[in-house]
């Protein structure tokens, strides 16, 4: 009898727990290779209780400059990438760059804002890939209240994660054969930027697409252990 009880409390208690996703600013997926393009999402959950958030600002490396960037519209966002002067010039794939794509900014509409227990994805299409392991891309969450965080430490010399990690590709060298073209990570495929505005050539206005926390699974688990037990004390009471 105590055990079904048990199992109907933690029922209730599974029920009551609500779903949590990534705890900040990540990209998804994060796997692509070295030399190529890149189809990802800034994966962007809201984490205050008390503010919705309103903007969204990545700054874009200046030291290996990306040549080619694009945005996903998405309703309710008004999406503006950034291209200046480099402070000297870079080569990149043999050619010698004196300009390039410096940040990505998603602002939120009036009406519009990643709410208190959601989040939102931010879709780009990014190229070409440098030849480093990592590609760091820092983010700054601005709230309806102010707030701003930012999202820009480097791991640690010991691997451990930051208090504010920046959203990192992880970029593997291109193997024989291999165009790293295919613009997907390397467990599986992710949507591709179709519709997409292309900014190879001048800074313009973009938007990007939706998404909402699903707690659909646990709540399914919890409703089903708070039936199985509730249903086998109803039955003893019976026996009994």
Known sequence: MRTLAVLAVAGIA????????????????????????????????????NAGTTKIEVTLPKDTPLTSVRTRPLTGWKAEVVKGKLDKPVT???????????SITWTA????????????EFYVALGTLPEKDTLL??????YENGEVVDWSQA??????????????????????GDDGHDGHGGHGTTPAANGTDTHEASASTNSDQTAR????????????????????????????
């Open 137 to 142: 891309l820092p983010t700054k969450q601005t």
């Open 14 to 49: 599974v029920l009551g727990t609500p779903a949590i996703a990534s705890a900040h600013v990540s990209a998804q997926p994060a796997e692509f290779t070295q030399g190529g393009r890149a189809t990802f999402a800034f994966r962007v959950p809201n984490e205050r209780d």
């Open 155 to 176: 791991p640690g010399a010991d691997g451990k994660e930051p208090e504010h990690p920046a959203p990192a590709l992880k970029l593997a060298p291109k193997k024989a």
């Open 213 to 240: 926390y699903l707690g659909g699974a646990g709540l399914a688990v919890g409703a089903l252990g708070l039936g199985f037990g509730v249903g086998a004390i109803l039955r003893s009471r019976r026996k009994a």
């Open 109 to 120: 509409e009036p009406g519009t804002k990643i709410g208190i227990n959601e989040y939102q």
């Open 92 to 102: 990149v794939s043999g050619k010698e760059v004196t300009e390039a794509f410096t």
